[in-house]
């Protein structure tokens, strides 16, 4: 079975850019997850969606920081523009929303640089 | 969700037991303990969870203590390939929909042949 699956893998953009990464939750998954990984702080939670509605988006940064999940077999989050401390591993994970519980599964991250 | 303690790190000899401890001493009646380990350069990976019962799976043991205050994730043979930071983490199950995990720093094992 496919995993979540996330692109780009690896992105070096420039200072200012637009970054866009996206995410394809396991397929029957309707509860998806964005995190942010980085030496400094751990992994974060920035927003999750129960059936495409944001729960909880207070872990977003800031403004330039953006997240839509129009169906549930795909999200994306955007960076707008991007500053050199958004570079960071970034990690999409989905799970079944209905039920308690479910077990979370993770994607193998997007690795943002920004110079 | 409640907060847990972990040891920055441990060492483990190769084919021997590795017993990771876990405190979270506040933890309320629909959390459950949840273990996940983070391979370098891999996303989060699920390994284990348990409400007040001791569970096992192909992967590992969890023992939570009786009045849940501390758990310890046992692998019972370790390989170098656990080596790994490992997770554990306190999340709440409500009927209204899921919660996420929050992570904290984790224990960073170490498997040494």
């Known amino acids: 079975d496919a995993g979540v699956i996330q692109s780009p893998r690896h992105e070096v953009t420039e200072m200012g850019q637009e970054v866009t990464l996206r995410c394809k939750p396991i397929s029957g998954h309707n509860s998806l997850f964005w995190y942010r990984q980085t030496m400094m702080r751990g992994l974060e939670l920035l927003i999750y969606f129960n059936n495409n509605v944001p729960i909880d988006d207070s872990g977003m940064p800031e403004d330039r920081f953006s997240a839509k999940m129009p169906n549930a077999s795909f999200s994306t989050l955007k960076i707008q523009p991007s500053e050199p401390r958004d570079s960071a591993v970034y990690f999409c994970?989905?799970?079944?929303?209905w039920g308690r519980g479910n077990t979370i599964y993770f994607g193998e991250g997007s690795w943002l640089t920004v110079v | 969700d409640a907060k847990t303690t972990q040891p920055p790190s441990m060492d483990c000899a190769e084919g021997r037991a590795a017993n990771l401890p876990c405190n979270h001493s506040t933890i309320s009646g629909n959390e459950y303990v949840y273990w996940y380990r983070q391979i370098h350069s891999q996303g989060p990976q699920y390994i284990i969870h348990?409400?007040?019962n001791n569970e096992t799976n192909e992967m590992a043991s969890l023992i939570i203590t009786e009045d849940r205050k501390s758990s310890t994730l046992i692998l019972p043979h370790a390989t170098l390939r656990d080596t790994a930071v490992y997770y554990c983490i306190v999340r709440a199950h409500r009927n209204s929909g899921n919660t996420p995990l929050v992570f904290g720093k984790g224990t960073r094992l170490s498997v040494i042949a």
């Open positions: 348990g409400l007040k």
């Open positions: 994970a989905s799970t079944k929303t």
